[in-house]
């Protein structure tokens, strides 16, 4: 908090995320609520999960097109993009009171895609100034911990604030549409409070930008996998990351199918509210680990992070299979997601203090792109034991593979060195 209080250019940067994040989270929650409402509303539903994967798969591109757009330009990118995605949204305000036929959905989908890509680029180009403005390993990881946590309390609030207004407004999808063109708008007005300093930083960076080597989208995709293959430690960091997001992203799949038919785990005596509790305690412990980076834990290696992540998921899965102890299942979770709240920003710090700006969002990218590998696997793979044999099979099989990359990460934690030690206080 200290650090969004005293940058001023980070509080900019941060008000202007956070503004466009609200806007988004309502439009995109909503969004779902009326595919679910058309005739087609199957077909719809699953159209906006396919399309909401888009983005991801060009990430490096996007990457590379921020480290390579002109230096002296990425203010006014940056400006001007947020108003582009004011006005794709007051046009989609326009064209969703259309009747819901298939052709007038896909206008639909495809605005909201194009904005999400837009924010992909723009969010890039914001790593540059980010870099700039913070100095040290430190104040890297403080900053990007401090945008994750409030971006979550965001999500969360704005939901349900979402879920409210849209009753209120008896199911008004055009309103919705103005609100999420609002915030973007007012998040464009926002960074021109920091023009000034924003357009000094592109000054600096264009210097560097000419005195370095000409590069195409392949070199700059194998210069970015170059540079993490042959840093060990942050390979072997990103070999333990993949393994985490791989058990991760199957959680809240597993636990649904196992405590749908495990009446002992219900808080309550009810299913919703078990997987509201689970999910609330999961996302507030995530939160606290990325607003408070000191609490001593910054001074632990990620690989030590890592597991503590995974044994209490070993744990959990032992609870699930064995003890069907639904208090032991949150505490366990709560341990689980509390250093996940740490890593990803300990991750972007250590990107952002080894890398040169030429390269900066390439590897930024190319990291979560290789991180992200692990989601379809790991869910296919549980989720699939669970369908094919049973729910505890896949929780047994699932411990196992925590144990696994537990024993792993403590063979890092003793043979490979932190890349980069934060700042002590």
């Given amino acids: 908090m200290n650090i969004y209080r005293t940058n001023k250019p980070f509080r900019i940067l941060a008000n202007a995320a956070f503004l466009s994040n609200i806007g988004s989270v309502m439009f995109n929650f909503v969004f779902m609520i009326y595919a679910q409402t058309l005739p087609f509303k199957t077909l719809a539903l699953s159209l906006v999960t396919l399309a909401n994967l888009l983005p991801t798969l ?22 001007w993009l947020r108003l582009v995605q004011a ?17 007038t959905f896909a206008l639909l989908l495809a605005i909201n895609v194009g904005s999400d890509l837009i924010a992909d680029f723009t969010g890039n180009l914001i790593f540059h100034y980010q870099k700039h403005i913070l100095h040290s390993q430190d104040e890297y990881q403080t900053g990007l911990g401090f945008l994750s946590g409030v971006g979550n309390i965001i999500s ?32 464009a007005l926002v960074l021109l409070q920091g023009r000034h300093q924003f357009k000094a930083a592109d000054t600096a960076a264009a210097a560097e930008q000419v ?20 840093d060990r430690a942050l390979f072997a960091i990103i070999i333990l990351a993949v393994g985490v997001n791989a058990l991760g ?3 809240d799949g597993l636990l649904s199918v196992l ?19 689970i999910g609330i305690s999961a996302s507030l412990s995530t939160t606290v680990a990325a607003l408070f980076m000191h609490d001593g834990l910054q001074h632990w290696s990620l690989p030590a992070l890592t597991m503590i992540t995974t044994g209490a998921l070993a744990l959990l899965a032992l609870d699930l299979v064995v003890w069907h102890n639904s208090f032991a299942m949150v505490a366990l979770l709560v341990i689980a997601c509390y250093p ?5 920003p300990r991750l ?63 063979w890092m934690r003793r043979f490979t060195s932190e890349p980069t030690t934060a700042t002590e206080e």
């Avoid at 005195?211 to 042959?230: S, Y």
């Avoid at 749908?260 to 509790?277: C, Q």
């Avoid at 996940?340 to 990803?344: A, L, M, Q, R, S």
């Fill in 58 to 79: 060009v990430t490096m591109p996007s990457g590379y097109l921020a480290d390579h757009t002109p230096a002296q330009r990425r203010f006014s990118f940056m400006f």
């Fill in 87 to 103: 006005a794709l949204y007051v046009g989609l305000a326009i064209i969703i009171q259309a009747p819901g036929t298939l052709a």
């Fill in 156 to 187: 969360m609030v704005f939901q349900a604030v979402g879920t409210s207004l849209i009753l209120m407004l008896h199911h008004n999808y055009v309103a919705f549409g103005l609100i999420n063109a609002a915030s973007f708008a007012l998040a």
């Fill in 211 to 230: 005195a370095a080597a000409p590069e195409n989208m392949v070199q700059g995709f194998k210069r970015a996998m170059q540079f993490m293959v042959q």
């Fill in 249 to 251: 992203t199957s959680i």
């Fill in 259 to 277: 405590i749908a038919n495990t009446t002992s785990l219900w808080f309550a005596h009810d299913f919703g509210v078990t997987l509201a509790i």
């Fill in 340 to 344: 996940i709240g740490k890593i990803n």
């Fill in 348 to 410: 972007s710090a250590e990107i952002m203090s080894r890398v040169d700006n030429q390269h900066l969002a390439t590897v930024a990218s190319a990291l979560q792109t290789l991180i992200m590998i692990g989601a379809p696997a790991g869910t296919a793979l549980f989720l699939g034991i669970a369908n094919l044999s049973s729910p505890t099979l896949a929780w047994a099989v699932f411990g196992g593979c925590a144990v696994l990359i537990t024993l792993l990460a403590a």
